[in-house]
């Protein structure tokens, strides 16, 4: 699962707490920009993963932590992923976020995602599909979080090459060059010397992948 912020600025949220349930809306996606991760969500994006859901998109604090609520309304518009949440009365972790968020004391919303769907493009990359798992209220930025560990537990649900250079830009810090380069340069290793006859290049490349970040 990847992760992307959006500031409170840019998710202009506003609470309301009059009958006692802090609810709160904003934007926790916008179209349009470059993110620093040198991606760009279309327009759409999400329009299939808020119809075909097995289960709700959860409200979580910090994307690892507890559930602190529950979204009343997810949709698409034309600026972007429109959200409104209420957060749990009672629960202590939804209470420390409430002041966090009037104080401006926190960062803004982080989506979880998959993305299903891609183009890439010269300077940027268009997601056109994204499979929504969580929208998160974060502390901290998605970027900054990011650590070894992330790429160790996501590596094992890639499911083609492009996922784990994916996987290397997004939590693992590389530049999309870099991932770009060691993904290729692998897949030509793997290619020359026929690691198992049983396996695709694609195959040894993957497991080559695996390999590397184990001993990070």
Do not use: C
Request: aromatic letters at 6%; glycine letters at 12%.
């Amino acid at each position: 699962m990847k992760h992307k912020l959006l500031s409170l600025d840019l998710a202009k949220v506003k609470m309301d707490g009059a009958d006692g349930a802090v609810r709160f809306s904003g934007y926790a996606s916008v179209y349009g920009g470059i993110d620093s991760y040198g991606d760009r969500i279309a327009p759409g994006a999400y329009a299939e993963t808020l119809v075909e859901r097995e289960r709700a998109v959860a409200l979580r604090w910090n994307h690892w932590g507890p559930v602190i609520g529950k979204w009343l309304e997810i949709k698409e518009d034309d600026t972007g992923l429109w959200v409104e949440g209420e957060l749990t009365p009672g629960h202590s972790v939804a209470k420390d976020a409430a002041a966090l968020i009037r104080h401006g004391a926190i960062s803004g919303l982080s989506i979880g995602y998959r993305v299903r769907g891609y183009e890439e493009h010269d300077d940027y990359t268009l997601l056109t599909k994204i499979e929504l798992i969580e929208i998160s209220i974060v502390e901290e930025p998605a970027d900054n979080a990011a650590r070894i560990g992330d790429v160790k537990g996501a590596i094992y649900n890639a499911e083609s090459l492009a996922d784990y250079e994916a996987i290397l830009r997004e939590a693992g810090g590389f530049s999309r060059s870099d991932a770009a380069a060691l993904v290729s340069g692998i897949k030509g290793l793997t290619h020359g010397e026929r690691v198992a006859k049983e396996k695709t290049s694609t195959e040894g490349a993957a497991q080559a992948l695996r390999d590397l970040i184990a001993k990070l």
